[in-house]
Every structure is written in structure tokens, then in C-alpha cells.
T-cell receptor
Framework: AQTVTQSQPEMSVQEAETVTLSCTYDTSESDYYLFWYKQPPSRQMILVIRQEAYKQQNATENRFSVNFQKAAKSFSLKISDSQLGDAAMYFCAYSRTTGANSKLTFGKGITLSVRP | EPEVTQTPSHQVTQMGQEVILRCVPISNHLYFYWYRQILGQKVEFLVSFYNNEISEKSEIFDDQFSVERPDGSNFTLKIRSTKLEDSAMYFC????????????FGSGTRLTVV
């Protein structure tokens, strides 16, 4: 079974600084998808960024980028120029690319606070 | 931008009562999911639905739970006899394919069982 581990329960960053959120996972599949979701206090789940394991290039979406290390099964999220609106819970998630469906397996999440 | 709509946003029910949580997925999506999140804990998969049938379910999704897509637009989760431990946030999600384009989540239904 696939597992996703987020070992840091909380992190804090100064506004305008850069922060990296860690995630590791375990799978026997060779191709899969990885995601970071943001959950603000409204509890809405918002897709931040996604990565396909088949692709070597790290995904980037504006101020958000990932460091995908397939051999190490590591998928960290870097937030540059942190803004107050980035304060939220962040979940790392995994899904398979094969099979009748691809459920998401989530980590426990990390609470990010942004200091003004 | 298309949205997944969930109703109600908050429901309070007595233990032992039946509840139905409703979702309207994005119209051209083909895969539908329910997840739950007990307060302060991680998001857990309940069930996935494709081609008018359950394609996968978790251990949590026991005989007390059922899902339906009765009319081609709504996707419902029924809990037949609620327990205190069913109190959680329930999220509906849909996806166009098996997930590369991401899953669009609804804003959730907070279920409180008293």
C-alpha cells in the first residue's frame, strides 16, 4: 500500500521569505502522480501544484515549486516570497496512474503560519 | 471556473439518524470521490465511483455507507445510522480522468452527530 509521510506538523516563515515543506512517500509503482493541496481556514481543498513521476523536470507554478527526488521518494514544496495568504494547512498527496480509478492518499498535513 | 458544489455546508444530526450529503460534480467529469477529514486529522479516502458503480472503497466505507448518482448530475453519500465518530468534514471530489488534471474538491459538508 502507498503511504505519504509529512513529518513536520508545523512550520513558520517570515513574510517575503522562502519556506520548504517536506514530504516523503512509499510506493512500488514506477509511475504515479504527486500533488500538494492547500487547505485554508475555510477548509476548501485547493490544488497548488502537481508532478508526474515519469517527468524528471520539477514542476513550477508561480511562487510554488517542487523538489522531486524519485530515488529518495521525496517531494518537497518550496514557497518563495511568502505572503500572508499562504498561511494554511498543506497536504502532500499521491495517486496511481493505473487502475480503474486513482484515489488520493494524503499525508497528515503541515500547518504553515506566515509572520508579518 | 467550474466548481464542485456540496450541500448542506453544515448538518447536525442525532445519533442513529440517516443523513444524505449531496454533491454536484463538474459536468464533464467522469470520476467521483468522497473523502472525509476528522477535525485536525488527515484527509481519508472513502469511496470512488466511475461508470455508475463503485470502483474502490476503503475500510471506513462499511455497510452503513452508500453512494448514488441518481440523475446524472448529483452524487450523494448516505450514512444510514450515524454514530458519534462519523462527525467529520466530508469532501466530494471529481476528476476528468484518472487524476493528472487534478481533482476538484467541493467546499465540504461539516457533519456533526450529537
Amino acid at each position: 500500500a502507498q503511504t505519504v509521510t509529512q513529518s513536520q506538523p508545523e512550520m513558520s516563515v517570515q513574510e517575503a521569505e522562502t519556506v520548504t515543506l517536506s514530504c516523503t512517500y512509499d510506493t512500488s509503482e514506477s509511475d504515479y502522480y504527486l500533488f500538494w493541496y492547500k487547505q485554508p481556514p475555510s477548509r476548501q481543498m485547493i490544488l497548488v501544484i502537481r508532478q508526474e513521476a515519469y517527468k524528471q523536470q520539477n514542476a513550477t507554478e508561480n511562487r510554488f515549486s517542487v523538489n522531486f527526488q524519485k530515488a529518495a521518494k521525496s517531494f518537497s514544496l518550496k514557497i518563495s516570497d511568502s505572503q500572508l495568504g499562504d498561511a494554511a494547512m498543506y497536504f502532500c498527496a499521491y495517486s496511481r496512474t493505473t487502475g480503474a480509478n486513482s484515489k488520493l492518499t494524503f499525508g497528515k498535513g503541515i500547518t504553515l503560519s506566515v509572520r508579518p | 471556473e467550474p466548481e464542485v458544489t456540496q450541500t448542506p455546508s453544515h448538518q447536525v444530526t442525532q445519533m442513529g439518524q440517516e443523513v444524505i450529503l449531496r454533491c454536484v460534480p463538474i459536468s464533464n467529469h467522469l470520476y467521483f470521490y468522497w473523502y472525509r477529514q476528522i477535525l485536525g486529522q488527515k484527509v481519508e479516502f472513502l469511496v470512488s465511483f466511475y461508470n455508475n458503480e463503485i470502483s474502490e472503497k476503503s475500510e471506513i466505507f462499511d455497510d452503513q455507507f452508500s453512494v448514488e448518482r441518481p440523475d446524472g448530475s448529483n452524487f450523494t453519500l448516505k450514512i444510514r445510522s450515524t454514530k458519534l465518530e462519523d462527525s467529520a468534514m466530508y469532501f466530494c471530489a471529481s476528476s476528468l480522468d484518472r487524476g493528472w488534471y487534478g481533482y476538484t474538491f467541493g467546499s465540504g459538508t461539516r457533519l456533526t452527530v450529537v
